[in-house]
């Protein structure tokens, strides 16, 4: 029998990692991920949240060393996304009193999801649920990431459940942050999912940190359901969450680009020179070479974004446009940019990147640069002193 980890007195993670997943809807997740599923103990017991249908069996092991699954009483939907809610029907048809808790977003999100006929409580922001012992209070947290998405907060153990929030795709045999020898993967795989997941919906978040601070909400541990549990750098991640979401970034640049015959990739490194010459943190990226969710890791905390693709069919290579047609969905803030390239004859992608820069509201420091056909020694000159242009605009 697999056996739960107690986060609290009776507050247990009964999840399953994901070891693994390389892939998560078109996200890369070359650290694999976790389901985090808590099951909280009082008078009544609930459950928050499921994992993924395939890892219910695992789920259920660790609910089983801690109680008969027929005796819960609550299951809390924080998010309705399957990754929580797969296990959902399964839990449902073994709990026969388990009533669900959601928000109004999820209890109609259910209905699309599942069709169940199980019985409902809908719960508003502020409003709570008394295990005995243990008092849940629930948040909205609307489009964060979803419509249906709430926050659950243990009041007794000052313990917040935030479902995909604070969330990394970490698995680890470990489940707190306290426990690994260094933080810092942990933190990489927190700003991605940030940047991939949550980097469109920024302006919500600062708002709905001051609602909990409004609330009274003390926070000592934070529980998301992936990744790490945060116990000893709570600090931490919420003053991460707070410059991501307003667009803190470093004096930093980065250099996007593709290539066909090594024209654009040639310009890139001597932009990338002149920006080194001058004193400014740079790195390359081809778009073919990175995963694009790794790129978006790094456009989150860097101030410039230059980038480069040669015209191919009047247009942007498709690999760059691709890259930017993702990223105009995450609206990055604050960031600037230009766009340079290597063409034959038109020079169309350019001024295509450039439109594509304005319409997702970065700044364009300065017409971009093209040279035709290979660089010579003068346009590498450009290159570099295009790089230093950008470096010193800091
Ligand atoms: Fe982890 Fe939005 O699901």
Redesign the pocket.
């Known amino acids: 029998m697999l056996e739960a980890v107690e986060l609290k007195d009776g507050v247990y993670w009964v999840g399953a990692v994901d070891w693994n997943i390389r892939e998560f809807h078109g996200y890369s997740t070359t650290r694999g991920t976790t389901y985090n599923a808590y099951l909280i103990k009082g008078e009544k017991t609930a459950l928050v949240d499921t994992v993924k249908a395939e890892f219910f069996p695992e789920m259920l092991s660790k609910i089983e060393s801690i109680i008969n699954p027929a005796q819960i009483d609550y299951l809390v939907v924080n998010?309705l996304?399957m990754?929580?809610s797969g296990g959902l029907p399964q839990f449902m048809g073994l709990a026969p009193k388990a009533q669900i808790v959601a928000t109004d977003n999820g209890i109609k999100g259910l209905a699309r999801h599942f069709r169940g006929d199980w019985p409902l409580i809908k719960v508003k922001s502020g409003g709570e649920l008394s295990l005995g012992s243990k008092t849940l209070q629930f948040l909205e947290a609307y489009m964060l990431?979803?419509p249906d998405s709430m926050f659950t907060y243990v009041k007794e153990d000052r313990l917040l459940l935030p479902?995909?929030g604070f969330?990394q795709h970490y698995a680890s045999y470990q489940r707190f942050d306290d426990e690994l020898p260094s933080l810092e993967p942990v933190m990489e795989e927190a700003a991605k999912y940030f940047g991939n997941?949550l980097m469109p919906l920024s302006p919500l978040i600062p708002p709905l940190l001051k609602k909990v601070g409004q609330m009274g909400l003390e926070i000592e541990m934070i529980a998301p359901?992936?990744g790490i549990i945060w116990r000893s750098h709570v600090e931490r991640i919420i003053q991460a969450y707070v410059g991501w979401s307003t667009g803190a970034a470093e004096n930093r640049a980065l250099i996007i680009y593709d290539s066909m015959w090594g024209s654009t990739a040639t310009m890139a490194k001597a932009i990338s020179q002149g920006m080194s010459q001058a004193g400014l943190e740079n790195k390359l990226l081809h778009v073919r070479k990175n995963h694009y969710s790794d790129i978006v890791k790094e456009i989150l905390t860097a101030k410039i974004l230059v980038i480069g693709s040669p015209t191919l069919n009047e247009g942007i290579f498709p690999s760059v446009a691709q890259l930017l047609s993702y990223l105009k969905g995450l609206r990055p803030l604050k960031k600037k940019g230009v766009a340079f390239g290597s063409y034959g004859w038109g020079g169309e992608a350019i001024k295509a990147i450039e439109g594509e820069m304005k319409a997702m509201g970065i700044e364009v420091l300065e017409p971009g640069l093209g040279v035709i056909y290979v660089p010579g020694d003068n346009d590498l000159k450009s290159c570099f002193q295009l790089g230093e242009r950008i470096a010193h605009s800091l």
């Open positions: 998010h996304e990754d929580h990431h979803w479902n995909d969330g997941i359901s992936h």
